[in-house]
């Protein structure tokens, strides 16, 4: 009933919420994205996106059609690797970045080892600019990790905006040096926080650092200082900090996916496609970004 390629479309669309970033994601014109929205809301005889010339939201039926797509479309998938003989098989070594240790990522690995369980994946979970490093020397097949900064390879999975994070009853002082609580280098969220308070030229000290995400959060908790964070990623017990304290603004940051050049062994870059195309239906639930932070 429901067309398996109006489905991709409508999930990539669902979560970028841009008609224009789901056509560079998929390597199609907005027109046929367009089309393809058009044609699905056509067979629901629901409309799915309210739409105008600022913004792409989902409607309500858009949110319940999320689920079911994702379903409609692993059944495809699994049908047609059954059917046509073809399992995918060897070593896949897949790095995620620090960022996702929180989040609902290891659903979407999990579904993928049910799906391919032939195929041996390994795991690396370590700061992004480490996995970019890890990726060009050949030692991972796939990263899903933040984009620096003078890059624009890779394939978007989610933009988020940046923003100071710290425990509810922190206060900023403007006479002291900002504490700061920074993954070590070559962090990308800690250049980007140096690089904004260097430009303004606030007076910074570091507070606390580790390659843990959760012992910065435990750090973030204890009130020891301000991090730099994803706006839809932000912990649970941490809150944006106001705009009062008059930090800088810290900009957006691309989450994408990226492919190694080296396969890490048969049918890697196959299985590397196959869990890029699970997380790209899945993206929306690695955050919740409840809109732009506070300012």
């Given at each position: 009933?429901?067309?398996?390629?109006?489905?991709?479309?409508?999930?990539a669309?669902?979560q970028?919420?841009?008609?224009?970033?789901?056509?560079?994601?998929?390597?199609?014109?907005?027109?046929?994205?367009?089309?393809?929205?058009?044609?699905l809301?056509?067979?629901?005889?629901?409309?799915?996106?309210?739409?105008?010339?600022h913004?792409?939201?989902?409607?309500?039926d858009?949110?319940?059609?999320?689920?079911?797509?994702?379903?409609?479309?692993?059944?495809?998938?699994?049908?047609?690797?059954?059917?046509?003989?073809?399992?995918?098989?060897?070593?896949?070594?897949?790095?995620?970045?620090?960022?996702?240790?929180?989040t609902?990522?290891?659903?979407?690995?999990?579904?993928?080892?049910?799906?391919?369980?032939?195929?041996?994946?390994?795991?690396?979970?370590?700061?992004?600019?480490?996995?970019?490093?890890?990726l060009?020397?050949?030692?991972?097949?796939?990263?899903?990790?933040?984009?620096?900064?003078?890059?624009?390879?890779?394939?978007?999975?989610?933009?988020s905006?940046?923003?100071?994070?710290?425990?509810?009853?922190?206060?900023?002082?403007?006479e002291?040096?900002?504490?700061l609580?920074l993954?070590?280098?070559?962090?990308?969220?800690?250049?980007r926080?140096?690089?904004?308070?260097?430009?303004?030229?606030?007076?910074?000290?570091?507070?606390?650092?580790?390659?843990?995400?959760?012992?910065l959060?435990?750090?973030?908790?204890?009130?020891?200082?301000?991090?730099?964070?994803a706006?839809?990623?932000?912990?649970?017990?941490?809150?944006?900090?106001?705009?009062?304290?008059?930090?800088?603004d810290?900009?957006?940051?691309?989450?994408?996916?990226?492919?190694?050049?080296?396969?890490?062994?048969?049918n890697a870059?196959?299985?590397?496609?196959?869990?890029?195309?699970?997380?790209?239906?899945?993206?929306?639930?690695?955050?919740?970004d409840?809109g732009?932070?506070?300012?």
């Amino acid at each position: 009933m429901y067309d398996p390629v109006q489905l991709r479309t409508f999930l990539a669309v669902a979560q970028t919420l841009s008609f224009t970033q789901a056509a560079r994601r998929l390597g199609l014109r907005q027109s046929t994205v367009s089309q393809h929205v058009r044609r699905l809301e056509d067979a629901t005889g629901r409309r799915l996106f309210a739409r105008d010339t600022h913004s792409v939201d989902l409607t309500e039926d858009g949110e319940a059609m999320l689920g079911f797509a994702r379903t409609i479309l692993r059944a495809h998938e699994r049908a047609s690797a059954f059917f046509t003989g073809e399992r995918l098989r060897g070593r896949l070594r897949f790095g995620a970045s620090e960022d996702f240790v929180l989040t609902r990522l290891p659903e979407i690995l999990e579904s993928f080892r049910n799906d391919h369980p032939e195929v041996d994946l390994e795991l690396t979970v370590e700061l992004s600019g480490t996995l970019h490093q890890r990726l060009e020397a050949g030692r991972l097949d796939l990263v899903l990790a933040k984009r620096r900064a003078s890059d624009t390879h890779g394939e978007l999975v989610w933009q988020s905006a940046l923003t100071w994070i710290g425990a509810p009853r922190l206060r900023v002082d403007p006479e002291r040096p900002l504490p700061l609580i920074l993954f070590p280098p070559p962090g990308i969220t800690r250049a980007r926080a140096l690089e904004v308070l260097e430009a303004e030229g606030r007076v910074w000290r570091i507070a606390c650092t580790s390659t843990s995400l959760s012992a910065l959060i435990a750090a973030a908790r204890a009130g020891l200082g301000v991090m730099a964070h994803a706006h839809g990623l932000i912990p649970p017990g941490l809150v944006p900090v106001p705009a009062r304290a008059g930090l800088p603004d810290l900009g957006t940051v691309d989450f994408v996916l990226l492919h190694g050049r080296r396969a890490g062994g048969r049918n890697a870059p196959e299985a590397a496609q196959a869990l890029a195309s699970a997380i790209l239906a899945g993206g929306d639930r690695l955050h919740r970004d409840p809109g732009p932070p506070r300012r």
